[in-house]
């Protein structure tokens, strides 16, 4: 029973989809003009585990996952301008390192990873059909998306309307009828990118894209939409009153789901107070796994803050786990146990599915041969739903982070467990105790076993 907590009801809901033949998500992703931050991968990490625990209970192949990538905006026009490389240059650049990234941090890739550049018909048409339907006004090059005609408007994020143009510093311009009224096509001017439409040249506007996208790939009404807590506000709201009102009042989504804040300090990390932390650094000192718990170590809807320590801890954690499953060698195909699973399934509280997997874990410790192998594959099952223990253990435990030019190298490691092993048969401790000295030293731990030494970085 997978319960969810679902923004516009403000409760948490059993989940069934409309079709459990076909599951479908969609998450706002990345507009791609720079490096993402931390703070931007935490929703899609919790989202991929949502991915993940679909995939579980409807099967893979029933499962639609649909992540976009904003590829014309403002912001990437003025990059374009800044650096003078043209904008698809920018753009793929950086969905490919946003795509890289995240397959360190062990994400799935969506199932679908549509363009607003690839979609700007679909954006036409739906802004041509809410305007022929009275939602929607043009003016002055722009089309206008008439707040008013849209009675459910703000009710996703429930401030009211005063409070909402405050909170969005709304764009007060002459050609609105109503401040509050939203932007769905506007012009280019000629040094921009446009594309040329009842309306004159020009470009959408941002919330367009997700409505068009969405109704092109997934349809009109879909399972589960999510976004980070920013979003619901003007972002989703808009797309909601765009999607339902084209669709005769259809709902967009069945179930929001909304991701609080990855915190630095008191503050909401952000580009714009540039407090942020971002992957591309962060992996070159951790491995992506101890990223992704750190970011799983809270439940989704709670702030979550970025520490040093916090990245210390969750690489304990999985040292701890990488520790058993080194010494049992699971086998495949185990399932994973229900006090994981019915964790994960209670509004992916990961906090307690985390502790699940230490009791098991724990468990497993105290046991021997088969039973232990046993208990372990269980522990990397429940680990293979959240994205977890997927490296090898010994790549694990040897792992150096990419930039750590001077750490020594495996072979050269392995070379001196060698000489380390002559000079332990021929009883000179001296040699052998000073190559363990030196080692560890530089982070090297050596553990002596029945089928001789291995080692790995502490
Ligand atoms: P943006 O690049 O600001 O459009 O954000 C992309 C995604 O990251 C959106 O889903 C945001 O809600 C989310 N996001 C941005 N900052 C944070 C943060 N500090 N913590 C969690 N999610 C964030
Ligand atoms: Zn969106």
Redesign the pocket.
């Known amino acids: 029973m997978l319960q969810l907590y679902d923004s516009l009801a403000r409760d948490k809901r059993l989940f069934t989809p409309g079709d459990p033949d076909r599951v479908t998500m969609y998450?706002?992703?990345?507009?791609v003009y720079n490096h993402?931050?931390i703070?931007?991968f935490?929703?899609a990490v919790v989202f991929d585990l949502l991915f993940r625990l679909l995939r579980h209970r409807y099967g893979a192949e029933n499962v639609v996952y649909a992540r976009n990538f904003t590829d014309i905006d403002d912001k990437i026009i003025k990059a374009s301008k800044e650096t003078g490389a043209p904008i698809d240059e920018i753009t793929r650049k950086y969905a490919a390192i946003y795509v890289a990234e995240l397959a360190a941090f062990n994400c799935l890739p969506p199932t679908l990873a549509p363009t607003a550049t690839g979609h700007i018909a679909e954006m036409i048409a739906l802004a041509g059909r809410l305007v022929a339907q009275g939602f929607a006004y043009a003016a002055d090059g722009h089309v206008l998306f008439s707040v008013s005609s849209f009675p459910d408007y703000g009710k996703l994020s429930g401030a009211d309307a005063d409070e909402r143009l405050a909170g969005a510093r709304v764009e007060i311009a002459p050609y609105k009828e109503n401040p509050a009224d939203f932007v769905l096509w506007k012009p280019s001017k000629a040094d921009e990118p446009g594309w040329d439409s009842p309306w004159g040249r020009g470009r959408p506007g941002w919330h367009l894209e997700c409505s068009a996208m969405i109704g092109k790939i997934l349809g009109e009404t879909i399972d589960i939409h999510g976004?980070?807590?920013?979003?619901k506000f003007p972002h989703h709201e808009n797309e909601i009153a765009q999607s339902s009102c084209a669709h005769h009042g259809a709902p967009l989504a069945r179930y929001w789901l909304h991701?609080?804040?990855?915190?630095m300090g008191a503050d909401?990390?952000?580009?714009s107070l540039g407090n942020v932390a971002l992957p591309r650094d962060l992996l070159k000192k951790h491995h992506g796994e101890t990223l992704r718990f750190a970011l799983l170590s809270a439940q989704y809807r709670q702030p979550l803050e970025w520490t040093d320590e916090l990245i210390e801890q969750s690489k304990k954690q999985l040292d701890r786990f990488y520790r058993l499953l080194a010494e049992a060698s699971p086998a495949e195909g185990a399932a994973p146990p229900e006090s994981v699973v019915l964790a994960l399934e209670d509004d992916m509280n990961t906090p307690e599915a985390i502790a699940g997997l230490h009791e098991l874990r724990d468990i497993a410790m105290q046991l021997e041969g088969e039973p232990k192998r046993r208990a372990a594959a269980r522990l990397k099952a429940a680990g293979a739903l959240m994205g977890f223990f997927e490296a090898a253990p010994d790549d694990w435990f040897r792992w150096t982070p990419p930039s750590g030019e001077d750490a020594l190298s495996a072979e050269a490691i392995d070379a001196l467990l060698t000489e380390r092993a002559a000079a332990r048969k021929a009883k000179d401790f001296k040699t052998s105790d000073r190559i363990r000295d030196d080692l560890a030293a530089q982070g090297v731990l050596i553990e002596d076993g029945p089928n001789g030494a291995t080692w790995r970085r502490g």
């Open positions: 998450v706002c992703g990345p507009t993402a931050h703070g931007n935490r929703a976004g980070g807590q920013d979003l991701n609080g804040f990855l915190k909401k990390m952000s580009k």
